[in-house]
């Protein structure tokens, strides 16, 4: 079965800082997808970026990055200048096809980022 | 676009119950998935429809069904709740299930 880790359960960053989010993954398949969604108070749950296994470009989308490191199944995510509004829940998860056209999303356990004024 | 859409937002019901939760999808996408999030569990699967056939179900009691209409929504069913059903039951949207997927804002269920 798949596995999802994220190891930090919760992290805190000053505003405007850099912040990384590790997160590993377990998997014998080659040609999957990552995300990273972020999920605030409102619990609503928004995607941030994405990485396709195949790529072997890292995701970037505005101030939030990825480092993707397929050999070690390390999928990190970097928030550059952050702000007030990034403080939420971010979860890391796994896509991948289970046979007859199905995909099933896999969670990790979440690290809550706090982001200090 | 519109997002995806859930309702109720709030239930409360007590054990013994049941309990029918609705989502509708991005327009144009035909895959819904549901997951259970709680405190102890975290996000768990519980099923995905495309194309009003369920695809994959995931480790969840019989309890818990689903269905999906010809216009892609979709409706969640929990017979005979329990206490442990209380969490929050996020339900997604794809344009086929391979792609990523957009979330609607939950279900906070309370079985008391």
């Known amino acids: 079965a798949q596995t999802v880790t994220q190891s930090q359960p919760e992290m805190s960053v000053q505003e405007a800082e850099t912040v990384t989010l590790s997160c590993t993954y377990d998997?014998?398949?080659?040609?999957?997808?990552l995300f990273w969604y972020k999920q605030p108070p409102s619990r609503q749950m928004i995607l941030v970026i994405r990485?396709?296994?195949?790529?072997?470009q890292n995701a970037t989308e505005n101030r939030f990055s990825v480092n993707f490191q397929k050999a070690a199944k390390s999928f990190s995510l970097k928030i550059s200048d952050s702000q007030l509004g990034d403080a939420a829940m971010y979860f890391c998860?796994?896509?991948?096809?289970?046979?007859?056209?199905?995909?099933?999303?896999?969670f990790g356990k979440g690290t809550k980022l706090s982001v200090i004024p | 676009k519109a997002g995806v859409t859930q309702t109720p937002r709030y239930l409360i019901k007590t054990r013994g119950q049941q309990v029918t939760l609705s989502c509708s999808p991005i327009?144009?996408?035909?895959?819904v998935s549901w997951y259970q999030q709680t405190p102890g569990q975290g996000l768990q699967f519980l099923f995905e429809?495309?194309?009003?056939?369920?695809?994959n179900k995931g480790n969840f009691p019989g309890r818990f069904s689903g269905r999906q209409f010809s216009n892609s929504r979709s409706e969640m069913n929990v017979s005979t709740l329990e206490l442990g059903d209380s969490a929050l039951y996020l339900c997604?949207?794809?344009?086929?299930?391979?792609?990523?997927?957009?979330f609607g804002p939950g279900t906070r269920l309370t079985v008391l």
């Open positions: 997604a949207s794809s344009f086929t299930g391979g792609h990523e997927q957009f």
């Open positions: 998997t014998s398949e080659s040609d999957y997808y």
């Open positions: 990485q396709e296994a195949y790529k072997q």
């Open positions: 998860a796994y896509l991948l096809g289970i046979g007859a056209g199905s995909y099933q999303l896999t």
């Open positions: 327009s144009g996408h035909r895959s």
């Open positions: 429809y495309f194309s009003e056939t369920q695809r």
